[in-house]
């Protein structure tokens, strides 16, 4: 009897040569679409039927449908004037990746379904400690998004308490504050996983970063002192490298003795400039990183890897072990080996070692630094031209390739006019995006308005980011 | 000035082709493959040089790694002889789905990061629940995996309880014992995500199975019943509609009365059967689904969608969206609409909605509904045909798409002799499977030793699963 679901292998072939031909055709031409999609909300209920199709629709008619209906709601993050958020930049690499994978659509959650998947995971991570210079003997592990792997160190830290959070829990009985600190310019990730796993608000303390953004290593160790005096149990500590509204780096080192004493985790969030330390030139910024209990790089940030890719690496995998490690008899296996499920929430694992191996392997380390280089000299050019201006302020020391500045209204004595600036610089911001040729967002920094640039697509060219200054 | 990561599109499209032809050659060929790598561990780091690339290596080079050193590591779920744990069972639609996304490469963490990833998601989500029978008014959202949602609606369940988890923590103050109940057939998912929300081992009561290996209703309300007399809160009830050792389905109409009358929040794991309920006909098996305050079921378990899509339903998004919501300036936006990352841990979001808009509308209602009934009709028909054997033993009735059974051994005085049956039944499992025709795995219940099938994927036919039947 043959199969019902897929009886025709040659509909797919057709298929799928359709779909290659029009991505590559997409990838040369995505240059002339708007960066932003136009759509205002409801269109797909306005365009798509209200039921599914009972008796099904040729591939044809699909890939039509995708190109009339679907791309003019896509915001076009492969653009390489796209400079919002962190450019989760792809490559076409990463697009073959990601077709072989879902090609296999194995889930590797124990080495024994399919051993390759957690083989290839283990090795190319160790490639990728290697090449950002990370020392050795670290536990590497592919996640989906550093909101996850932040979550997974956390947890950690929180059973390297040694109060017995895994097997008592956290209610019935009445435990110390336990306390996560992060600079106020720590990503959202770390509050959320921080309220997930039962701290609260209440047991998140957000250090005040100095004027360049970085955290205050004084107001750490003050903060962190005063909180002993009153019987609260510092649980972790989060440094970032890149923050994400401008790129400014936490005194690792620094925080690194400073958790170390209080015996407090240290977790380092480098999921953007992680990627950067390709370059041993720029490991200044993170030194220290070698104190780190755990550390999160998101190759599908900055190192041209499709969405999603973020790993964790930590020095102390028996921890999240222990946290996590809950094996049924139906996943009980023989071999002595690595299961990776037992390092993490997720019991389910896409083969992504796949798409990072082709992009390691494809591009080669000097290419892609390279292209990450290429980045940093836009940000800075960018930068330089702005400065040059005398209606523009830079709000933030542009690092990597990042640039956050705003649009200044002066009143007649000469001063800044705070609240006609912001108006003139969303105003700028609005005008940008609109206009299709360019997508950036916004931030804001100590009160003020700014404009957020972030350099990282393997297509930009100092002509895109032209671009910006041809508005501003 | 010319992009220096991708350089030459012709080189994509030319890969691109050469991918699809081995991916068309490869499922119409993997039959002739052995379901089970024949690897033993540590072949990686044997054949994979102990550095990446440095100057970058041609697609074809990659394409014939991938082929001669990847593909025999490699476990093929994609297998029709594929019966072990839950088949994740892809489909052609689903490639060429992921293929469109990985082009796309977009992050859908808010509607305007975009507009079609968040519209197309509530769309499809919206077929799916009409398509499950589902009431009206439910809030779908697509996650990586039934760990995560479950997780989700544990931590919703546990904000709902009015103890002010997300603000003030669950630490440095004394909280009454909090609860999660489920079965002790559930999913070790479940037990996983309360560890990791601090109910800790001791906040999980596991509820004994009747003889069906359903949740006795009985003990679950007699439980809470004791434990609300010592002022335990029941935070949350898990009812499983077709569970992983025995696909059984636990009483939710009765478990939705007792959790309503306790207070606590109703989460049902749907993960594999709930793409049964597709046809009407099964739907009397979770009867009582309505009253679900979640609910999860996994498109890429049973209704032919790549690896990753789980589908979680609520009808208390509110609750969800105050125990997660957390929007920092860099990500608000005007628009009044729904920004997904509200609704959950994660801020990256694949477009996942891609793939299962093509499952459904190219293969329809229809055809899907017709291969998830051959492959129970196939069920039914070897356990028919195991029972027929005088020395097999069924180790619970078949349901949906699961069966397990035993050899069993006798003494001379005509007992069944348990070490030697157990013997006897791992043998076989073993022969099984070093033979690459197939590939099943165990499970145990109530301590016995047994051979868990589970069909799923789209192109298996009998003649694939009467390969068992010879082994037996």
């Known amino acids: ?41 409801g269109e797909v209920g306005r365009t798509f039927s209200s039921t599914p199709s009972e008796e099904g629709r040729s591939y044809g008619s ?13 915001t076009h ?51 990728l400690r290697g090449a950002l210079g990370l020392p050795e003997g670290l ?61 609260g608000v209440r047991g998140v303390t957000k250090i005040a970063s100095d004027a360049g953004f970085s955290l205050d290593a004084g107001h750490l160790a003050a903060a962190i002192e005063n909180d002993q005096r009153s019987g609260v149990i510092p649980c972790a500590v989060v440094g970032t490298a890149g923050t994400t509204s401008t790129s400014s780096f936490d005194p690792i080192a620094e925080m690194g003795e400073i958790a170390r004493a209080a015996g407090a985790w240290l977790h380092v969030d480098a999921a953007y400039a992680g990627s950067a330390m390709l370059d041993p030139t720029h490991r200044h ?25 973020s790993v964790l690496f930590t020095r102390r995998p028996d921890v999240l072990r222990e946290t996590f490690s809950l094996v049924p008899e139906y996943l009980r296996t023989p071999e002595p080996v690595t299961n990776y499920m037992d390092y993490g929430l997720q019991l389910g694992r896409r083969f992504r070692a796949l798409k990072l191996w082709m992009v390691l392997e494809h591009y080669g380390l000097t290419r892609l630094r390279q292209t990450i280089s290429q980045h940093i000299d836009f940000a800075k050019r960018l930068a330089e031209s702005l400065l040059a201006r005398d209606d523009v302020e830079l709000l933030a020391p542009q690092r990597m390739s990042v640039v956050v500045f705003r649009k200044l209204v002066r009143s007649e004595d000469g001063r800044v006019d705070e609240a006609a600036s912001e108006r003139k610089t969303e105003a700028l911001l609005e005008r940008m995006n609109q206009s299709g040729e360019v997508f950036v967002s916004h931030t804001r920094l100590r009160g003020t308005y700014g404009i957020r640039v972030a350099i990282g697509n393997g297509a930009t060219t100092w002509e895109h980011v032209a671009r910006i200054l041809a508005f501003v």
């Open 1 to 41: 009897m043959s199969s019902i679901l897929d009886s025709d292998p040659e509909e797919f072939r057709r298929a799928g040569h359709e779909a290659i031909d029009w991505i590559a055709d997409f990838l040369t031409s995505i240059d002339r679409r708007p960066v932003l999609s136009r759509w205002s909300p």
């Open 62 to 74: 699909l890939l039509e449908d995708f190109r009339s209906r679907i791309l003019p709601g896509v």
């Open 77 to 127: 993050w492969n653009h390489p004037a796209f400079f919002a958020y962190f450019a989760i930049t792809g490559s076409q690499a990463g697009i073959l990746g990601e077709l072989l994978s879902a090609a296999l659509n194995v889930n590797g959650m124990v080495w024994r379904s399919s051993p390759v998947a957690t083989e290839l995971e283990t090795h190319v991570l160790e490639w």
């Open 139 to 199: 536990f590497g592990i592919i996640n989906d998004t550093a909101s996850i792997n932040t979550f997974l160190a956390l947890a950690a830290a929180r059973e390297a308490t040694g109060l017995e959070i895994r097997a008592e829990g956290m209610s019935g009985r009445t435990l110390p504050q336990l306390r996560v600190y992060c600079s106020d310019q720590a990503h959202s990730s770390v509050e959320k996983a921080a309220l997930a796993l039962g701290f």
């Open 285 to 309: 910024f993170w030194r220290g990183v070698e104190s780190a209990d755990s550390l999160v790089v998101n190759p599908h940030k900055w190192l041209f890897t499709q969405v999603d890719c």
